[in-house]
């Protein structure tokens, strides 16, 4: 297998609200997301700092889009950030994935960024 995309894109960090329950902190869940990089959104939801506004940027990530990132909570990220797949990830594609690439002027992502030959099914 390819290595994996995502360090080299991290433009869904700064193109989407990253918002979740409040239980997901550490206040309320032993290595939960640090209080500190969230703010609130309502009485049942919060949001990483920076996620939010005309120019979101999680406050989590590091480097540069495009080239290469990292989540500084990766371990302790967020349920939507764990759920959310790029592109052909597990062989399907993503919009949202596609439209987070193309507001960072990045092409989106095929089959072939992350599988062999071998590992991708041909179409008949």
């Excluded at 979740?20 to 869940?29: A, D, G, I, M, V």
């Excluded at 990292?70 to 949202?96: G, M």
Aim: with cysteine; charged share 25%; hydrophobic share 35%.
């Amino acid at each position: 297998m390819s290595e994996n995309v995502c360090i080299r894109c991290g433009a869904c960090c700064a193109f989407f609200r990253v918002s979740f329950y409040w239980t997901e902190t550490e206040e309320f869940t032993p290595g939960g997301i640090p209080l500190e990089m969230t703010q609130k959104l309502n009485d049942f939801r919060l949001f990483m700092k920076g996620s939010a506004g005309n120019s979101p940027r999680c406050v989590a990530l590091n480097g540069f889009i495009g080239r290469k990132v990292a989540c500084s909570i990766y371990e302790r990220r967020s349920s939507v950030c764990r759920a959310f797949e790029a592109s052909w990830q597990n062989k399907a594609p993503n919009p949202d994935c596609d439209k987070a690439r193309k507001a960072w002027g990045l092409q989106p992502l095929k089959p072939e960024d992350w599988f062999n030959d071998h590992d991708f099914p041909k179409a008949a």
